[in-house]
Antibody, heavy 115, light 106 residues
Framework: QVQLQESGPGLVKPSETLSLTCTVS????????WSWIRQPPGKGLEWIGY???????NYNPSLKSRVTISVDTSKNQFSLKLSSVTAADTAVYYC?????????WGKGTTVTVSS | DIQMTQSPSSLSASVGDRVTFTCQAS??????LNWFQQKPGKAPKLLIY???NLETGVPSRFSGSGSGTDFTFTISSLQPEDIAAYYC?????????FGQGTQVDI
């Protein structure tokens, strides 16, 4: 049974870079797409981007200029970096398996942007 | 981006009721439509994929139907544990987009 776990700082200062990592266990990391999705407090879901295990990426155009997703196949991990954050980036961040069909999700991690 | 509009935004029903709500896409999404259940403080859980396919392990009281731009989600007999927000999501076109959610209460 594939499991995903997000990790990273829960507090980021405005204008700095948000960095999160998702660790995948219990299943095959290769041959899958891996996504990041976020949910601001009390709001809906926004897909951020995905990475294929080979390193191919695709980002939401609304965030593309600030987002980088990378992969470390030796550790079964993929990571999210979001630069120049503002309060609007405060959200629960989820990692999930899949690029469009998101069938397994992590529990999520709350990131607050505040000075 | 394809806009996904869910209706209603919230509903209240009784245990045992048949509950139905809808999701409309701003253009044809070729049945690439998924339904998620999200309980407070939890991650979304995939219930239905590709409009009408029940994800493994999901109770059969949940079902999905529809095609093109109009889709329906049904709970045949509402149970107390079904209290949650439900989201539709399309992945026919890039970027994948979600509806704003339907909150189901008892």
């Amino acid at each position: 049974q594939v499991q995903l776990q997000e990790s990273g700082p829960g507090l980021v200062k405005p204008s700095e870079t948000l960095s999160l990592t998702c660790t995948v266990s219990g299943g095959s990391f290769s041959s899958s797409y891996w996504s990041w999705i976020r949910q601001p407090p009390g709001k809906g879901l926004e897909w951020i981007g995905y990475i294929f295990y080979s390193g191919i990426t695709n980002y939401n155009p609304s965030l593309k200029s600030r987002v980088t997703i990378s992969v470390d196949t030796s550790k079964n991990q993929f990571s999210l970096k979001l630069s120049s954050v503002t309060a609007a980036d405060t959200a629960v961040y989820y990692c999930a398996r899949g690029g469009g069909l998101l069938d397994v999700w992590g529990k999520g991690t709350t990131v607050t942007v505040s000075s | 981006d394809i806009q996904m509009t869910q209706s209603p935004s919230s509903l209240s029903a009784s245990v045992g009721d048949r509950v139905t709500f809808t999701c409309q896409a701003s253009q044809d999404i070729n049945n690439y439509l998924n339904w998620f259940q999200q309980k407070p403080g939890k991650a979304p859980k995939l219930l239905i994929y590709d409009a009408s396919n029940l994800e493994t392990g999901v109770p059969s009281r949940f079902s999905g139907s529809g095609s093109g731009t109009d889709f329906t989600f049904t709970i045949s007999s509402l149970q107390p544990e079904d209290i949650a927000a439900y989201y539709c999501q399309q992945y026919d076109d890039f970027p994948p987009t979600f509806g704003q959610g339907t909150q189901v209460d008892i």
